[in-house]
């Protein structure tokens, strides 16, 4: 059985102001049923502390639930940031969402 994958596409800059509305939506996925969230970065532009804290709640959100959080297409910024606070090794990072498809779609 393929499991249920919901895409979260934030745009634009992940921070403070977003952060409440952001872990909002990664917990309505869940109770929605997503047992793997993809969140993809493309069209992040920058994304600071309270950001990057805002998407370790949403981890511990899915890992809660029983589900999986992955995330991809992040740019320079987002992953210096990431290797920076070592989150580059907490969270499952693939370059394209194309590249995730084909581990998801390979699994199965």
Known sequence: ????????????????????????????????????VLIDFQDV???DSSG????????KTVRAAGSQ?????INEQIRILFELTSMDRVFEIFPTRDAFNSKILSSN
Not at 52 to 59: K, M, T
């Open 1 to 36: 059985m393929s499991p249920v994958v919901k895409i979260i596409q934030p745009s634009g800059i992940l921070d403070g102001t977003k952060a409440s509305q952001f872990r909002q939506e990664i917990s309505d996925l869940v109770e929605a049923g997503a047992d793997v």
């Open 45 to 47: 532009t920058f994304m």
């Open 52 to 59: 990057l804290g805002a998407l370790v709640l949403a981890l």
């Open 69 to 73: 959080l992955v995330v991809c297409s």
